[in-house]
C-alpha cells in the first residue's frame, strides 16, 4: 500500500455513489428485449439516441467525411499525423457556429476563445484547475449531477459547498440561499473561488430563468468571484421558455470587456446535443485569454481526435443539416418527454415540469415509508432489484429532500419506455394494495381490541353490580 499514492487508494472518486451503483447493477443484468426481457432496464443515462437516424443518413449522403477524404483524395495521413492542441481551425469555427445557432443567433462566439477538451468531463476539471487551487470551493445549487463530485473534486482537491434550492419554489436559486452557500464556506475557512451551475438544468431538465441570471450576475459582481455555465444541454430545450444563455445576459446588461466578462466562463459538449458522448468532444469558452492560454496547454492531457474534428467540422459546417437536425430533435425530444410524463401519471406519479434535457425531476415522495433519506435508499433498491428499472435517487444528486428521482428518457425505444411504465405501474399498484391490506389489517385489529375492552369493562362492571349486591 505504501507503494501507492494517496490519489490511487483513497475513497474519493465517488464511484460508491448510489448513482453509479445503479448502473453496476444494470450491468450485471441488462435488459434485452429478446435475449433478456426481464433485466433491469436503464434509465439512469442521460444518452440522446433518439436522432441517430439523422446523423446516419447525413453520413450515408456525406462518404468524403466519413472516409477522411477531400475532394475525392484521401487526407487520412494528414489527420493522423495533425497533433496540435489548438484544434483543427475548421472544427473549431464550426462548433461556434452550430453554438451560436442552438442559442437563436442571438450571442456568436469566437473561436479564438474557446478550447477542446476530451468531453465536458475534462472541461469542467480543466477549469478548476485554472481558477482553484486545492482547499477552495465552488458553489453549486442542488441538485446537482452526481459525477460532479469526481470531475470537479477528485483529482484537484477543489471542494463543493451546496446552494441548497428546494421544491417550493421549483427547486430556482434564491439569493438569500446563495449568501448561506458562501457564509456556511466562510465557517468551514474555505475561499469561494465561484460557482457552477447547469443550464438547461440537469436533473431537473429545466432552464433558468432570466432573474436566476441576473441574479448569478450580480453575486459574482459583488463577491468578485467566477461564474461556470455548463451548458452541455443548452441544444435540448424542447419547449418554452427559451434557453437563455449567460453571454446573453451579460451582452445585454453592457458587460462586455469588463472584469466581470471575464470571470465567466462556459462548458459545453456534444455529447447530449449531438448524442455523441464517445466521440468525447467537450469545450471551454473563455473571455479571459489566460484562462484559454492556460486551458489550452492542459488540453494536451486529453485532446479530441484530429479524425474526429474533420469528420464533425465537415458535419456542423452543412447548415441545411443542422437546421433540420435542431428542428427533429426537439420534436423528438418533447414527443418522448410527453410520453414519460404520461405514463408516470397512470401510474400515479407526478414530476416537476421541464422544458429540456433527457430526464424528469419524479416526485415519489408518496411512495417512502418515512420522510427520510433512508426511505428513499429502501424505495430505490425495490425499483432496482425489484421493479427492475435503474433510475437515479434524489441523495445521489444532494437534493436535500428525500422521495426526488431522476428518470432519463431519450436513451433506449419507445416500446422499451412502455414496459418500464408498465413495470412501474404495476409497482405501484401491489404497493398501494398492500398498504390497503396493511390498513384494513390494523382497522381489523383495532375493532377487534376495542370490542374486546368492551367486553372486559362489561364484564368487570358486572361483577362489581354482583358484589355490590
Same mark, same amino acid.
Given at each position: 500500500?505504501?507503494?501507492? &499514492?494517496? !490519489?490511487?487508494?483513497?475513497?474519493?472518486? $465517488?464511484? /460508491?455513489?448510489?448513482?453509479?451503483?445503479?448502473?453496476?447493477?444494470?450491468?450485471?443484468?441488462?435488459?434485452?428485449?429478446?435475449?433478456?426481457?426481464?433485466?433491469?432496464?436503464?434509465?439512469?443515462?442521460?444518452?440522446?439516441?433518439?436522432?441517430?437516424?439523422?446523423?446516419?443518413?447525413?453520413?450515408? !449522403?456525406?462518404? /468524403?467525411?466519413?472516409?477522411?477524404?477531400?475532394?475525392?483524395?484521401?487526407?487520412?495521413?494528414?489527420?493522423?499525423?495533425?497533433?496540435?492542441? +489548438?484544434?483543427?481551425?475548421?472544427?473549431?469555427? *464550426?462548433?461556434?457556429?452550430?453554438?451560436?445557432?442552438?442559442?437563436?443567433?442571438?450571442?456568436?462566439?469566437?473561436?479564438?476563445?474557446?478550447?477542446?477538451?476530451?468531453?465536458?468531463?475534462?472541461? =469542467?476539471?480543466?477549469?478548476?484547475?485554472?481558477?482553484?487551487?486545492?482547499?477552495?470551493?465552488?458553489?453549486?445549487?442542488?441538485?446537482?449531477?452526481?459525477?460532479?463530485?469526481?470531475?470537479?473534486?477528485?483529482?484537484?482537491?477543489?471542494?463543493?459547498?451546496?446552494?441548497?434550492? @428546494?421544491?417550493?419554489?421549483?427547486?430556482?436559486?434564491?439569493?438569500?440561499?446563495?449568501?448561506?452557500?458562501?457564509?456556511?464556506?466562510?465557517?468551514?475557512?474555505?475561499?469561494?473561488?465561484?460557482?457552477?451551475?447547469?443550464?438547461?438544468?440537469? %436533473?431537473?431538465?429545466?432552464?433558468?430563468?432570466?432573474?436566476?441570471?441576473?441574479?448569478?450576475? =450580480?453575486?459574482?459582481?459583488?463577491?468578485?468571484? +467566477?461564474?461556470?455555465? /455548463?451548458?452541455?444541454?443548452?441544444?435540448?430545450?424542447?419547449?418554452?421558455?427559451?434557453?437563455?444563455?449567460?453571454?446573453?445576459?451579460?451582452?445585454?446588461?453592457?458587460?462586455?470587456?469588463?472584469?466581470?466578462?471575464?470571470?465567466? +466562463?462556459?462548458?459545453?459538449?456534444?455529447?447530449?446535443?449531438?448524442?455523441?458522448?464517445?466521440?468525447?468532444?467537450?469545450?471551454?469558452? @473563455?473571455?479571459? %485569454?489566460?484562462?484559454? *492560454? *492556460?486551458?489550452?496547454?492542459?488540453?494536451?492531457?486529453?485532446?479530441?481526435?484530429?479524425?474526429?474534428?474533420?469528420?464533425?467540422?465537415?458535419?456542423? @459546417?452543412?447548415?441545411?443539416?443542422?437546421?433540420?437536425?435542431?428542428? !427533429?430533435? +426537439?420534436?423528438?425530444?418533447?414527443?418522448?418527454? &410527453?410520453?414519460?410524463?404520461?405514463?408516470?401519471?397512470?401510474? $400515479?406519479?407526478?414530476?416537476?415540469?421541464?422544458?429540456?434535457?433527457?430526464?424528469?425531476?419524479?416526485?415519489?415522495?408518496?411512495?417512502?415509508?418515512?420522510?427520510?433519506?433512508?426511505?428513499?435508499?429502501?424505495?430505490?433498491?425495490?425499483?432496482?432489484? /425489484?421493479?427492475?428499472? =435503474?433510475?437515479?435517487?434524489?441523495?445521489?444528486?444532494?437534493?436535500?429532500?428525500?422521495?426526488?428521482?431522476?428518470?432519463?428518457?431519450?436513451?433506449?425505444?419507445?416500446?422499451?419506455?412502455?414496459?418500464?411504465?408498465?413495470?412501474?405501474?404495476?409497482?405501484?399498484?401491489?404497493?398501494? &394494495?398492500?398498504?390497503?391490506?396493511?390498513?384494513?389489517?390494523?382497522?381489523?385489529?383495532?375493532?377487534?381490541?376495542? !370490542?374486546?375492552?368492551?367486553?372486559?369493562?362489561?364484564?368487570?362492571?358486572?361483577?362489581?353490580?354482583?358484589?355490590?349486591?
Amino acid at each position: 500500500m505504501g507503494l501507492l &499514492s494517496r !490519489k490511487a487508494t483513497c475513497n474519493s472518486h $465517488g464511484q /460508491d455513489s448510489s448513482y453509479f451503483l445503479g448502473w453496476q447493477e444494470y450491468e450485471k443484468n441488462p435488459y434485452d428485449e429478446v435475449k433478456n426481457p426481464r433485466g433491469i432496464i436503464q434509465m439512469g443515462l442521460a444518452e440522446n439516441q433518439l436522432s441517430f437516424d439523422l446523423l446516419e443518413s447525413w453520413l450515408a !449522403k456525406n462518404p /468524403d467525411a466519413a472516409g477522411f477524404k477531400r475532394d475525392g483524395q484521401s487526407i487520412f495521413k494528414e489527420l493522423a499525423l495533425f497533433q496540435d492542441y +489548438h484544434g483543427l481551425p475548421a472544427f473549431k469555427k *464550426a462548433l461556434v457556429d452550430f453554438m451560436a445557432e442552438i442559442r437563436g443567433n442571438k450571442v456568436t462566439f469566437d473561436p479564438n476563445r474557446i478550447v477542446l477538451t476530451a468531453g465536458a468531463t475534462s472541461a =469542467n476539471e480543466t477549469l478548476m484547475f485554472c481558477l482553484a487551487e486545492q482547499g477552495d470551493a465552488f458553489l453549486l445549487p442542488t441538485p446537482y449531477y452526481p459525477g460532479f463530485d469526481r470531475d470537479l473534486k477528485w483529482r484537484t482537491g477543489v471542494e463543493i459547498v451546496p446552494i441548497e434550492c @428546494s421544491s417550493s419554489n421549483r427547486f430556482q436559486i434564491t439569493a438569500s440561499a446563495l449568501e448561506e452557500a458562501y457564509e456556511q464556506a466562510q465557517r468551514k475557512n474555505l475561499r469561494v473561488k465561484g460557482v457552477l451551475v447547469t443550464n438547461p438544468s440537469n %436533473p431537473l431538465g429545466t432552464t433558468m430563468t432570466r432573474d436566476e441570471l441576473d441574479l448569478l450576475v =450580480n453575486f459574482i459582481t459583488d463577491k468578485e468571484i +467566477h461564474l461556470i455555465s /455548463d451548458e452541455i444541454y443548452s441544444g435540448t430545450v424542447f419547449s418554452s421558455p427559451v434557453f437563455v444563455s449567460i453571454v446573453e445576459v451579460l451582452k445585454d446588461r453592457n458587460l462586455e470587456n469588463t472584469q466581470v466578462w471575464e470571470r465567466v +466562463h462556459i462548458v459545453y459538449s456534444l455529447s447530449k446535443d449531438l448524442g455523441l458522448p464517445g466521440f468525447r468532444v467537450g469545450a471551454i469558452y @473563455s473571455n479571459d %485569454p489566460i484562462v484559454v *492560454a *492556460a486551458a489550452t496547454k492542459m488540453s494536451s492531457f486529453g485532446l479530441v481526435s484530429s479524425q474526429t474534428q474533420y469528420l464533425l467540422s465537415a458535419m456542423l @459546417s452543412d447548415k441545411k443539416f443542422t437546421k433540420e437536425y435542431i428542428a !427533429k430533435n +426537439h420534436k423528438r425530444l418533447r414527443k418522448r418527454q &410527453s410520453k414519460l410524463v404520461a405514463g408516470l401519471e397512470k401510474a $400515479g406519479i407526478g414530476c416537476l415540469e421541464s422544458n429540456a434535457g433527457l430526464f424528469c425531476w419524479v416526485d415519489m415522495r408518496h411512495l417512502l415509508s418515512s420522510d427520510t433519506f433512508e426511505a428513499e435508499m429502501e424505495l430505490w433498491k425495490r425499483i432496482v432489484y /425489484d421493479v427492475k428499472l =435503474n433510475i437515479s435517487p434524489g441523495s445521489s444528486c444532494h437534493c436535500s429532500e428525500p422521495g426526488w428521482f431522476r428518470v432519463c428518457f431519450a436513451n433506449m425505444s419507445e416500446d422499451t419506455l412502455t414496459l418500464a411504465m408498465q413495470r412501474l405501474k404495476s409497482f405501484v399498484g401491489s404497493t398501494a &394494495s398492500n398498504d390497503r391490506s396493511h390498513q384494513e389489517m390494523k382497522n381489523s385489529r383495532r375493532k377487534f381490541r376495542t !370490542k374486546w375492552v368492551f367486553r372486559l369493562s362489561f364484564q368487570s362492571f358486572h361483577d362489581r353490580e354482583q358484589d355490590e349486591r
